[in-house]
């Protein structure tokens, strides 16, 4: 019984894995459960075994997809802040680099989601606000005391809106992309990281 547990929930998680790949690649609608089924190498029928719904394995992809890049961020923090970075620095060289931009797979949800997630059911609704409500939280502990209280939203807004218009341009204008993150980049660094 335990091992048919471990089994279900070992491929419970793949499936939940190549659903958050799936959503920050190409957003909510882009989940098609016969192709997550396949690439989690597990039969479509199985699907209902996991999950009551689409809605279910979208709510579960959005949060696993907040909790993968939250991870990835600390990690990558962590590494630039022992070479000395802030961690307000830290925090905006991961997130406006091109790296991010061109890695959707494993990047941060909420840029591709945001303009989408008001049109989703409640039940894909509220994880979706969780990840902003998380990223705000994140530039907030990152932000040097110092800084205004309300300035995370506008540190959040500005690293979304560089992160979209460069994802916008990179595939035909990557030099744009570049300098789009650069100035951002700049910007937040010379008006926050004091």
């Given at each position: 019984?335990?091992?048919?547990s471990g089994?279900?929930?070992?491929?419970?998680?793949?499936?939940?894995?190549?659903?958050?790949?799936?959503?920050?690649?190409?957003?909510?609608?882009?989940?098609?459960?016969?192709?997550?089924?396949?690439?989690?190498?597990?039969?479509?029928?199985?699907?209902?075994?996991?999950?009551?719904?689409?809605?279910?394995?979208?709510?579960?992809?959005?949060?696993?997809?907040?909790?993968?890049?939250?991870?990835?961020?600390?990690?990558?923090?962590?590494?630039?802040?022992?070479?000395?970075?802030?961690?307000?620095?830290?925090?905006?060289?991961?997130?406006?680099?091109?790296?991010?931009?061109?890695?959707?797979?494993?990047?941060?949800?909420?840029?591709?989601?945001?303009?989408?997630?008001?049109?989703?059911?409640?039940?894909?609704?509220?994880?979706?606000?969780?990840?902003?409500?998380?990223?705000?939280?994140q530039v907030?502990?990152?932000?040097?005391a110092a800084?205004?209280?309300?300035?995370?939203?506008?540190?959040?807004?500005?690293?979304?809106?560089?992160?979209?218009?460069?994802?916008?341009?990179?595939?035909?204008?990557?030099?744009?992309?570049?300098?789009?993150?650069?100035?951002?980049?700049?910007?937040?660094?010379?008006?926050?990281?004091?």
């Amino acid at each position: 019984m335990t091992e048919l547990s471990g089994r279900k929930a070992l491929s419970h998680q793949r499936i939940v894995d190549v659903a958050s790949r799936a959503i920050r690649r190409q957003g909510y609608d882009g989940v098609n459960v016969t192709e997550v089924m396949r690439a989690a190498k597990l039969t479509h029928g199985g699907f209902y075994a996991h999950f009551a719904s689409r809605d279910a394995l979208l709510a579960e992809a959005v949060a696993q997809a907040g909790a993968d890049i939250a991870q990835a961020v600390r990690e990558q923090s962590a590494r630039l802040v022992a070479g000395g970075a802030s961690a307000f620095r830290a925090m905006v060289e991961i997130y406006l680099s091109i790296e991010h931009v061109r890695d959707c797979d494993n990047g941060c949800p909420v840029s591709l989601l945001s303009g989408e997630m008001f049109r989703q059911v409640p039940e894909v609704a509220e994880p979706s606000r969780r990840l902003v409500v998380g990223l705000h939280e994140q530039v907030k502990r990152a932000l040097p005391a110092a800084a205004a209280p309300d300035a995370a939203w506008t540190v959040a807004s500005t690293l979304l809106g560089a992160v979209q218009l460069a994802r916008a341009l990179v595939g035909s204008d990557p030099a744009t992309a570049v300098a789009v993150l650069a100035d951002a980049k700049r910007n937040l660094l010379a008006r926050y990281d004091v």
